[in-house]
């Protein structure tokens, strides 16, 4: 089974996305790796992403990238096509192939040169594992809320403080953690730091359990010192800096979404054309029929929206244009993650029993697709960044 079809002849890409997505296609499947133990399995999917150069599409030119030239530092098609062909095949490739960018997404916006040359090759090649802090146990949606916060010392800063739901903990080498250099200034008083895991003061032990088993935990931060060199970014611009990189990943979110919706079609058009009933195939009925229509419609939908958002940050970049593609990819992300939960759904009902059976595709497409539509940006969210966006306007 595979994804390729017609969609990356669309004009939105680039003929070098298109034999992206094949070599991708090809490398995946070949590739066997045992998931029973999570962590174990993504640390093994970020060595294999990364001997094989698919995360150096997760970093710019200069510190270990794949794409230069004409191309973008970030290249946002790149991100999609190669999140949703790891999605098709494996949402846990995929999760170890996102977190590596997430997760070093404000070093490529934000970091020092110095900064650059020691965190991204390491993360282009597998060497460092990436994990991007922002939530807190009372700040989510409002990631402004966050208590977490960072002192300052004659030599640096003090972190104290927890964050929680965050991805790679307890496997990452190093946490882009936002937290409050200034208590009172709200949205305006937030700055990262480039936390290290062997960082005295930090915790990274408390796992968290998630019904699609992935590396997550809480962080505890306990008089955490660190230098000056570990500040990313202005003073203060931490809350923007961390919304630019919401706005490149959310995209790729709705790409992996989209791989897995591709998936759970191709598992529902494969099995309705082998189950016999009732004296037919269950793809000669007329009610199978019209659902796999309305799959396919969900499909390319959400395809269209989010190649959408990933041409327009790329044309803003090649062209200069800074103009923020926030709602373009919010309303990528709430469709594909929306769309993908309604076909997966379909699928696993077309497959009666067989569907909910642990260890059928579909049934494990089920739990994989439901935390898509709340990470970076609950749907509510992205629909309110929409809907504010079009009142404005
Ligand atoms: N790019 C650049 N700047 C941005 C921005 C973006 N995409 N989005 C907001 N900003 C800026 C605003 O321009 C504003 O700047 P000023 O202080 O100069 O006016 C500032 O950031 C605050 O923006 P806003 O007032 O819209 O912030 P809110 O606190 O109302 O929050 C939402 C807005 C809800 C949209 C934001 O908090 C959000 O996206 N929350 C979800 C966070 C999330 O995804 N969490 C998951 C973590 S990763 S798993």
Not at 354 to 372: A, F
Request: glycine share 10%; aromatic share 8%.
């Amino acid at each position: 089974m595979n994804p390729t079809g017609t969609h990356l002849g669309l004009p939105f890409f680039d003929d070098v996305h298109r034999d992206l997505g094949q070599q991708l296609v090809e490398w995946m499947a070949r590739q066997q790796v045992d998931e029973s133990d999570d962590r174990q399995a993504c640390r093994q999917w970020v060595q294999l992403l990364g001997e094989r150069g698919w995360l150096r599409y997760c970093v710019p030119e200069g510190v270990g990238g794949a794409l230069g030239g004409a191309l973008p530092r970030l290249d946002s098609r790149a991100l999609v096509v190669l999140r949703e062909t790891l999605a098709f095949y494996s949402p846990l490739a995929d999760f170890a192939f996102a977190m590596q960018g997430l997760g070093s997404g404000a070093i490529t916006l934000a970091g020092t040169p110095a900064q650059q040359a020691a965190y991204l090759p390491q993360v282009a090649s597998g060497k460092k594992i990436a994990a991007f802090a922002l939530s807190e146990a009372d700040a989510g949606s409002d990631a402004g809320a966050m208590q977490t916060s960072a002192t300052r010392t004659a030599t640096g800063w003090l972190v104290n403080g927890s964050k929680t739901w965050i991805s790679n903990g307890g496997i990452a080498d190093f946490y882009v953690t936002f937290v409050k250099t200034d208590p009172d200034a709200g949205t305006r008083g937030i700055t990262p730091f480039i936390v290290d895991a062997t960082n005295p003061g930090v915790d990274s032990s408390e796992h968290i359990a998630v019904m699609a088993p992935h590396p997550l935990a809480t962080l505890h931060f306990t008089n955490c010192a660190l230098p000056e060199s570990a500040q990313l970014g202005p003073l203060h611009g931490g809350f923007k800096l961390a919304m630019q990189t919401l706005d490149i990943f959310r995209a790729s979110v709705a790409g992996a979404a989209l791989g897995m919706a591709r998936r759970a079609l191709a598992e529902a058009v494969h099995y309705s054309k082998q189950r016999q009933m009732f004296g037919q195939k269950l793809a000669d009925f007329q009610l199978t029929q019209a659902k796999i229509g309305e799959m396919a419609t969900l499909v390319d939908a959400a395809a269209l929206l989010t190649y959408r958002a990933a041409w327009l940050r790329d044309e803003g970049e090649r062209t200069g244009n800074t103009a923020r593609v926030t709602v373009e990819a919010a309303m990528a992300k709430m469709t594909a993650t929306e769309n993908a939960q309604r076909v997966i759904d379909m699928a696993l009902q077309m497959h009666g029993g067989l569907g909910v059976k642990v260890g059928t595709k579909v049934e494990s497409l089920y739990r994989d697709i439901r935390s898509l539509r709340i990470y970076e940006g609950a749907t509510e969210v992205q629909q309110l960044i929409i809907g504010k966006a079009v009142l404005k306007s």
